[in-house]
């Protein structure tokens, strides 16, 4: 399994990016996909997950309120709309994947299986 994340930039503050997460498997629809992110001298953190056959999401603390996730099968694609950007949410955004969705939730101790490269996301006016 191999993930590919994208459209990370510069964006001021209050405004809109959209993440993309090109998962390249057979089997994309029996993976749960979370987005994590870590910023400098920061822990990584979950932000939000999607469940692999209905859809259900799960936002930790973090992403709650002005993230949104969701997947397209067809297109093996996970994207992650991030609304009301401020500067604390500058950091490295990275997908991940896993058979659970408590696990790619970043809400316990085990950790996704497969990893993407990270894309960076700057908040700044």
């Known amino acids: 399994v191999q993930l590919q994340a994208s459209g990370g930039g510069l964006v001021q503050p209050g405004g809109s990016l959209r993440l993309s997460c090109l998962v390249s498997?057979?089997?994309?629809?029996?993976?749960?996909i979370g987005w994590f992110r870590q910023a400098p001298g920061k822990e990584r953190e979950g932000v939000a997950a999607?469940?692999?056959?209905?859809?259900?999401?799960f936002y930790p603390p973090s992403g709650e309120g002005r993230f949104t996730i969701s997947r397209d099968n067809a297109k093996k694609t996970v994207y992650l709309q991030m609304n009301s950007l401020e500067p604390e949410d500058t950091a490295v955004y990275y997908c991940?994947?896993?058979?659970?969705?408590?696990?790619?939730?970043?809400?316990?101790?085990?950790?996704?299986?497969?990893w993407g490269q990270g894309t960076q996301v700057t908040v700044s006016s």
């Open positions: 991940a994947a896993d058979f659970s969705l408590s696990v790619v939730s970043g809400m316990g101790h085990k950790i996704p299986d497969y």
């Open positions: 498997t057979v089997s994309f629809d029996l993976y749960a």
């Open positions: 999607i469940n692999s056959y209905n859809d259900v999401t």
